[in-house]
């Protein structure tokens, strides 16, 4: 069984950072693709970055620029530098893995998803 473990979040002020980890266990990490999502009160789920199996990235247009999305094969892990977060990255933030290695906006296209962290930024 393949599990999704999300660590990192926090309280921070506006101007900080924060890096999100996700620990995946139970499967096959190296051929996976890694995704972000983040989901404010009252809004839909939405992309903010992935990372295919090959390490290519998609980023969205919000937070390019300011977060980072990286992967370790070796420790299983997946991660997320956000740094310069704005009030509007306050967020439920939550990690997903496909089984097809690629990556896409699509919350659908993703097999597994972690329980989420939250990231509140202040001001």
């Known amino acids: 069984q393949v599990q999704l473990v999300e660590s990192g979040g926090g309280l921070v002020q506006a101007g900080g950072s924060l890096r999100l980890s996700c620990e995946v266990s139970?499967?096959?990490?190296?051929?996976?693709?890694v995704a972000w999502f983040r989901q404010a009160p009252g809004k839909e789920r939405e992309f903010v970055a992935g990372?295919?199996?090959?390490?290519?990235?998609k980023t969205t247009d919000a937070v390019k620029g300011r977060f980072t999305i990286s992967r370790d094969n070796d420790k299983n892990t997946g991660s997320l530098q956000a740094n310069s977060l704005e009030l509007e990255d306050s967020a439920v933030y939550y990690c997903?893995?496909?089984?097809?290695?690629?990556?896409?906006?699509?919350?659908?296209?993703?097999?597994?998803w972690g329980q989420g962290t939250q990231v509140t930024v202040s001001s």
């Open positions: 139970g499967g096959y990490f190296s051929t996976y693709g």
């Open positions: 997903a893995a496909a089984m097809r290695g690629g990556n896409s906006y699509r919350a659908d296209y993703y097999d597994f």
């Open positions: 990372i295919t199996w090959g390490n290519n990235i």
